[in-house]
């Protein structure tokens, strides 16, 4: 087996696609001096894309906060505006039938979720802007938990800084336990879900002030998680089908839908499923990153030490040996292995064009 066999990118098309930049950070942000001066603009939300229609929401948490249909301005033609972008909206913003506002650029963002087609591809696609949490959706069983689809999730969210959660549905069909220990070293706060059982009120309250996005392979049960969630959700939820092991009626755009509960409220950013999920565009060093302390003691290491079973005088691997790592440091340096393995088979495109 190897990452190839996560290339057979064929989900429909959605609004993602024809968001393609090349990874320079700078390309993300709006060129100021393009930017027309317009001091009436509104900042608006992101709720959807849909062939070239962006539904945002004014006045969030206001007064007068309402949808409105909007169009990118001319000179943003080439900017990605994706769901979660705070965008600046001028025009009829009345959200009144038949009427268009137009966006004219966004905020800086907190946050991108970025994807590959695969591996070897450096063009990425933004899957959502500012989000804060990602919820990573598994079955237990139909289909078949993979924990490498797991890993390339949790690496592209902790490459973008976004802290991931982990729900293993499905769970009256086969016993996750053993899937699990896969994920023991991460500091991975995980639910279960059974189709009598679903931790609705759990999830909920992760979900309060976080911007949340679910990801998941088709048919893992995602939909009927977010319509339970989000009574007025209403997605669509599918049969796998055993052939392609796809849903039927898999959703096929990204969306935006409010979370009400404890008190609170969240944003549940609902994510088709895709089945691949290129890392072309991901630093290495990123996920080093997101094990705080361990990116402190790998300091000492050679110069280019892969931090992987194999590299000679690895500092992480000493201060395991010695102890210093704590109670689950051997776990945690596994998890850190297998993630930091994934980059180790990938072909060298890196550096090598652009
Ligand atoms: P999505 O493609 O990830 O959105 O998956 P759906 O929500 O459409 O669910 C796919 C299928 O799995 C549907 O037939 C659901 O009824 C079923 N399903 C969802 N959750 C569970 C569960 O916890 N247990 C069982 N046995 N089936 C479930
Ligand atoms: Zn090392």
């Known amino acids: 087996m190897s990452w190839l066999d996560d290339l057979d990118d064929d989900e429909p098309e959605f609004d993602e ?5 090349r990874p320079n950070p700078k390309a993300n942000r709006p060129r100021t001096k393009r930017r027309p001066a317009h001091a009436d603009a509104r900042t608006a939300r992101v709720l959807g894309v849909d062939r070239g229609r962006y539904t945002v929401l004014v006045d969030e948490d206001g007064p007068d906060e309402h ?3 909007a169009v990118r301005a001319r000179e943003l033609r080439k ?4 769901t979660g972008d705070r965008a600046r909206v001028v025009g009829d913003s009345s959200g009144d039938q038949g009427t268009l506002a137009r966006l004219i650029g966004i905020e800086d963002r907190t946050s ?3 994807r590959s087609a695969d591996d ?3 063009v990425e696609r933004i899957v959502v802007a500012n989000a804060d949490q990602m919820l990573v959706v598994v079955a237990a069983a139909d289909p078949e938990p993979r924990a490498r689809l797991v890993d390339r999730y949790l690496i592209a969210a902790l490459d973008a800084g976004i802290r991931p ?9 086969a016993d996750p336990a053993r899937f699990l220990t896969h994920f023991e070293g991460l500091d991975l706060q995980v639910f279960t879900s059974a189709r009598e059982d679903m931790p609705v009120d759990r999830i909920g309250a992760a979900l309060v002030g976080h911007s949340t996005v679910f990801v998941g392979h088709s048919g893992v049960g995602k939909s009927t998680l977010v319509n339970a969630l989000v009574p007025s959700a209403q997605r669509a939820t599918g049969h796998v089908n055993v052939v392609t092991g796809r849903g039927r009626h898999t959703s096929s755009s990204t969306v935006s839908l409010r979370y009400h509960g404890h008190g609170g409220r969240g944003w549940v950013i609902d994510t088709p499923g895709v089945r691949s999920f290129g890392l072309g565009h991901v630093d290495p060093a990123n996920i080093l990153r ?3 302390d361990l990116a402190e003691i790998a300091e000492e290491c050679p110069r280019g030490c892969t931090h992987l079973p194999d590299a000679p005088d690895c500092a992480i691997a000493d201060a395991l040996q010695q102890g210093r790592l704590g109670p689950r440091g051997a776990e945690r340096l596994d998890s850190l292995q297998r993630l930091l393995g994934t980059f180790a088979d990938r072909p060298a495109t890196r550096g090598s064009d652009t």
Not at 17 to 21: C, I, N, T
Not at 79 to 82: A, E, K, S
Not at 165 to 173: A, N
């Open 17 to 21: 696609a024809d968001v393609r930049v």
């Open 67 to 69: 949808s409105v249909l």
């Open 79 to 82: 900017m990605p505006i994706v």
């Open 112 to 114: 991108l979720l970025r």
């Open 120 to 122: 070897t591809d450096q």
């Open 165 to 173: 959660l982990l729900v293993v549905t499905k769970t009256d069909l």
């Open 290 to 292: 997101a094990y705080t």
